[in-house]
């Protein structure tokens, strides 16, 4: 089991607040994307102060063959943690402007991914035939309007409020995150990404790339 990172700033932005990190335990990998919001400063800070902070709640607390249910409990408690530390820097900042950030992690064995998401980053499943499955639900107001029936699926990636967030790390005092449990099967892969990624390339182009690209 290997994980393998990847970050760019891209061609319009003058700073990346996105943070990733993985980590390898004895009989899986975690790792975790964040991407800030708030502004240059804040933003690159929430997500610096929220992967730091989930991979050491995660680190303090796992034990090789822990259940999968209690991973995803795990995971969620990161969450929160992620979510205590960024909301009381916020507080306290000099910055005057909102502070917080997405965050999605995984814990992935050889037979089960247990997944943990707040926001708009992505979990994906490339799957042995090389489809990818979106496994995470974006915390969007365009979400949001496709779940009720207001707007069809493919107006998801070009509503006007497809950037809303309706919840991130940070902005409030609790936080309400999604955690999951899939199997994997042999030759699957996760992938973790921002908007940054998923926003300029869409599911069919992400499955061709996995498919023709060494993970490395």
Do not use: W
């Amino acid at each position: 089991m290997k994980a393998y990172l990847g970050c760019d700033i891209g061609k319009t932005r003058t700073e990346n607040q996105d943070s990733i990190r993985a980590e390898s335990f004895p009989d899986g990998v975690l790792a975790f994307v964040c991407d800030g919001m708030g502004g240059m400063q804040n933003g690159s800070a929430a997500s610096k102060i929220a992967i730091a902070s989930a991979e050491e709640r995660f680190r303090s607390e796992y034990y090789a063959g822990m259940p999968a249910e209690d991973i995803c409990e795990l995971l969620r408690s990161c969450a929160a943690d992620a979510n205590q530390k960024v909301y009381r820097a916020a507080v306290h900042s000099s910055i005057p402007s909102r502070m917080g950030t997405t965050l999605v992690g995984a814990f992935v064995r050889e037979d089960v991914c247990c997944i943990v998401n707040v926001g708009d980053s992505r979990a994906y499943l490339i799957g042995s035939e090389g489809a990818a499955k979106q496994l995470t639900t974006d915390h969007t107001v365009a979400e949001l309007l496709y779940q009720k029936g207001v707007i069809t699926a493919d107006k998801r990636a070009t509503h006007e409020r497809r950037n809303e967030l309706m919840r991130a790390i940070g902005v409030t005092f609790r936080v309400l995150s999604d955690t999951h449990t899939f199997p994997l099967k042999e030759n699957e892969q996760i992938l973790l990404c921002s908007d940054g990624f998923y926003g300029m390339v869409d599911d069919e182009k992400i499955a061709e790339i996995v498919r023709q690209t060494a993970p490395e």
